[in-house]
């Protein structure tokens, strides 16, 4: 794989720490825009993964991100 097929093809765990943290995908291409949002409360896990049309995520609220590059804790 080259590097842009890496990095499409990344995966994420997200792990929420409280109630409500939002996840929120961003587009690819001349305009970043939302286009998908979901909700994980307290405990919830979701693996998602970059790909041709997501590249970027917002996440708001308390959570763990564990990534290749290791783990981030927002909302703190």
């Not at 929120?24 to 307290?42: N, P, S």
Request: hydrophobic share 35%.
């Amino acid at each position: 794989m080259n590097n842009e097929e890496d990095t499409i093809a990344d995966y994420i765990a997200i792990k929420a720490i409280e109630n409500g943290v939002t996840i929120i995908g961003l587009t690819r291409g001349r305009d970043t825009k939302f286009h998908h949002t979901e909700k994980l409360d307290k405990g919830e896990v979701m693996i998602a993964q970059f790909t041709e049309h997501t590249s970027a995520m917002k996440i708001r609220g308390r959570a763990e991100i564990y990534t290749k590059h290791g783990i981030i804790k927002s909302g703190e």
